[in-house]
């Protein structure tokens, strides 16, 4: 079956623009995080949403960064004002449950890099 | 796809050699360890996990041990072929509080496989 899909794989973007990525979940996953791996580093946690509740958005680093899953299947990551800083892959994983028993499906990725 | 892991420790094996990587965590709270295989280009792949209450489990080729006392993880995989070649990484997460919780992921290592 098909599992997580990221679009787009690769964004170049200049200093200054705005963002959208997507994430689209293994189908009936209630569980949706999102993660941003620098180069030579392992992936770290962005935020975490049950269905379209956003109930963990600690790892967000700045008010540039924004998530949302209106609808509890799609998610999307926006990045206001892109700064060379924000260049990485960014990672999105789901998982069937809400506790930490279920193994999170991790997409492809999208390579963001800001020029 | 672009290469993961450029500037991470790097263990060289020969094909049909046992590998062992290793990792340090860093929350003693954490009770639920799982090992990922990231390939370039590709998000990370669940290998293996163990509950803190055990301190080995083994799967396919696969064995992970478990050192709480001095916070240590190890993978071993057995009689290691090219496809084994990638980045590994380990991750903690908290099994207890019976929510979804974020992984957090260690440094990494870039395993080769030498024929």
């Known amino acids: 079956g098909a599992g997580v899909s990221q679009s787009p794989r690769y964004k170049v973007a200049k200093r200054g623009q705005d963002v959208a990525l997507r994430c689209d979940p293994i189908?009936?996953?209630?569980?949706l995080f999102w993660y941003q791996q620098a180069l030579g580093q392992g992936p770290e946690f962005l935020t975490y949403f049950q269905n379209e509740a956003q109930l963990d958005k600690s790892g967000l680093p700045s008010d540039r960064f924004f998530a949302e899953r209106p609808e509890g299947s799609v998610s999307t990551l926006k990045i206001q004002r892109t700064q060379q800083e924000d260049s990485a892959v960014y990672l999105c994983a789901s998982s069937l449950g809400i506790d930490s028993s279920y193994e999170q499906y991790f997409g492809p990725g999208t390579r963001l890099t800001v020029t | 796809g672009e290469s993961v892991g450029l500037h991470l420790p790097t263990l060289s094996v020969q094909e049909g050699d046992n590998s062992i990587i290793n990792c340090a965590y860093s929350n003693s709270a954490s009770d639920y360890f799982i090992w990922y295989k990231q390939e370039s280009g590709k998000g990370p792949q669940f290998i293996i996990d163990?509950?803190?209450?055990?301190d080995k489990r083994q799967g396919q080729r696969v064995t992970v041990l478990l050192n709480k006392t001095v916070k240590h993880l190890s993978l071993q995989i057995a009689a290691t072929q090219p496809g084994d070649s990638a980045v590994y990484f380990c991750?903690?997460?908290?099994?207890?509080?019976?929510?979804?919780?974020?992984?957090?992921f260690g440094t990494g290592t870039r395993l080769q496989v030498t024929l």
């Open positions: 189908s009936g996953h209630v569980s």
């Open positions: 991750a903690e997460n908290l099994f207890s509080t019976g929510t979804a919780s974020k992984l957090t």
């Open positions: 163990i509950r803190s209450n055990m």
